[in-house]
């Protein structure tokens, strides 16, 4: 059965770069059916799609973060990652990561990140 | 951009009733919708997808309908397990996604 789980620094300074992993166990991340994404939702708000990634590399990012957003994938380790450049205490959420071939089928756990110095 | 539109930001429904949620997208998105439940400390849970199809595990007491611009969830009778948040998000503009900002089902 197929499992998404984040990781990463839960605390971030203002300015600095977000960077979290979401690791793939119980099948590959190459499945050529199959995007990967990340998305937030700030404490008591709604969710925001913050980009996807094909197992090739291609990536697509929301407009309004894209200047920020760096995804990527390492398919050596099942694995695909998020940086988020010069964060505020707006980029303060829930991380999630999931799976997708359309609708977001399976998501990992979550990830709480807060920006503060 | 298509932007998703819920509506009522709250709903107040006493178990066992009927609840009606509606998204509205800002241009045709066909039938590329999908819902999720979402409650507190979790993560969102896939309950409909193709706007009409239920995914795998979900009860029958979940419904999707409608196309195009216009979309509802229905839940015939509400257990106390479904009190939850509820999003849309459209697929359409894969891959670019858009999520509506969700509908609060709560005990009336």
């Known amino acids: 059965q197929l499992q998404l789980q984040e990781s990463g620094p839960g605390l971030v300074k203002p300015s600095e770069t977000l960077s979290l992993t979401c690791t793939v166990s119980?099948?590959?991340?190459?499945?050529?059916?199959?995007?990967w994404g990340w998305i937030r939702q700030p404490p008591g708000k709604g969710l925001e799609w913050i980009g996807s990634?094909?197992?090739?590399?291609?990536?697509y990012y929301n407009p309004s973060l894209k200047s920020r957003v760096t995804i990527s994938v390492d398919t050596s380790k099942n694995q695909f990652s998020l940086k988020l450049s010069s964060v505020t205490a707006a980029d303060t959420a829930v991380y999630y990561c999931?799976?997708?071939?359309?609708?977001?089928?399976?998501w990992g756990q979550g990830t709480m990140v807060t920006v503060s110095s | 951009e298509i932007v998703m539109t819920q509506s009522p930001a709250t709903l107040s429904v006493s178990p066992g009733e009927r609840a009606t949620l509606s998204c509205r997208a800002s241009?045709?998105?066909?039938?590329?919708l999908a819902w999720y439940q979402q409650k507190p400390g979790q993560a969102p849970r896939l309950l409909i997808y193709?706007?009409?199809t239920r995914a795998t595990g979900i009860p029958a007491r979940f419904s999707g309908s409608g196309s195009g611009t216009e979309f509802t969830l229905t839940i015939s009778s509400l257990q106390s397990e479904d009190f939850a948040v509820y999003y849309c998000?459209?697929?359409?503009?894969?891959?670019?996604?858009?999520f509506g900002q969700g509908t609060k089902v709560e005990i009336k």
């Open positions: 998000q459209q697929y359409n503009n894969w891959p670019l996604w858009t």
């Open positions: 990634i094909y197992y090739s590399g291609s990536t």
């Open positions: 241009q045709s998105v066909s039938s590329n």
């Open positions: 119980g099948g590959s991340i190459s499945s050529s059916s199959y995007y």
């Open positions: 999931a799976k997708t071939q359309g609708a977001f089928d399976i």
């Open positions: 193709g706007a009409s």
